[in-house]
């Protein structure tokens, strides 16, 4: 009897104690998605919360349709945890805000190196900045040019069209004032009303954009999407530091970048959605030289002394730039960058 009772207590102390598998107190995890609870990005990250419940801790998502709201809430304590583009994030910690450099990432194969690097404990430290750290970065897509005309298809091309900039995109906005175009402050809730409405000439967007915000409307007969990326568009997690332990995080960093295949499915999908006709192509030749005038804003910002090429060039994190370069020469060794004197 008495030996029958040790083992019931044991149990009981047993059940009590908390594992790996058992979940603490919910925390509220606060979505922006442009689609809400039936987009991608947010379908995407309900795989990340099992994967967060299998690590002992239980997320209650809530899916927000402006990014702006998602950081208020944020900085005012009504959310524990974030996924914001990398723009919001650049509110936070300039090492992954500058993914989305000018031109900086490519390609796909780029992107997926990069995120492999930033899941591992190598870069840990440059992953928590202030009070904030960064739980995790995926992909949204290549963020493509619409424009209302097909014949806008090389640098010169761009100059004296009306492109629209989001608010503190400084960088892009100088790459835009760089080749002779207009820049048209926009934000992520109305940027596509201002191209569906012929109010710029052309904007930056994964071409998911093209279904689910209908940005096919703003191209009419002439207008296509240029193939030719102008950056990389990601969804990053943020926690105010404290708010999960080191264990936590870091299998939550490996979680998200094992999102990349199944984020890469739905990206390619909302691609493949779009009409053969719809995109411009961009001779081998023209593309050379796109990178290379990339690459030239990207560079120029450190030169540039005007105030607005300040700003831009604050937005930049040297490290990620170096560590970009070096993935960009890592799968195109033979790029001109690379052997430049003048590499970043």
Known sequence: MKRLFLILAGLAIAASLPTTAQARDSKRFCVFDVAGASGYVYNLLKNYRRKALKYGEDLTMTPYTDEDRVRADFDAGRCDLIAVTDMGVRHY?????????IGAVPRYEDLQVLLHILSSRRVADKMEQGDHTVLGVAPMGAAYLFVNDRSIDTVEAL??????????????????????????????????RLFN???????????????????????????????????????????????????????????????????????????????????????????????????????????????????????????????LRKVR???NPGGQECSSPDRE
């Open 159 to 192: 100059r004296g069209k009306r492109i629209a900039v989001f608010e503190g995109h400084y960088d892009a906005r100088h790459m835009v004032e760089y080749v002779g175009a207009q820049p048209v402050r926009a934000k992520i809730s109305n940027f596509a």
């Open 197 to 323: 409405r012929g109010e710029v000439d052309m904007a930056y967007a994964p071409a998911a954009a093209y279904e689910v915000l209908e940005m096919f409307r703003g191209m009419g007969e002439t207008g296509g999407i240029v193939r030719f990326p102008v950056g990389q568009v990601t969804v990053q997690l943020v926690a105010k530091t404290g708010t999960f332990d080191d264990e936590f995080i870091a299998h939550s960093r490996k979680a998200v970048s094992r999102l990349y295949s199944e984020a890469m499915r739905m990206i390619r999908q909302y691609e493949d959605t779009v009409p053969r006709e719809r995109w411009v192509e961009i001779p081998a030749a023209a593309r050379q030289g796109y990178q290379e005038m990339l690459r030239e804003v990207r560079i120029d910002l450190d030169n540039n002394q005007s105030e607005l090429g300040q700003l831009a060039a604050q937005v930049y994190d040297d490290d990620m730039m170096t560590i």
């Open 93 to 101: 910690n300039r090492f992954t805000g500058s993914i989305s450099a």
């Open 329 to 331: 020469c890592y799968t």
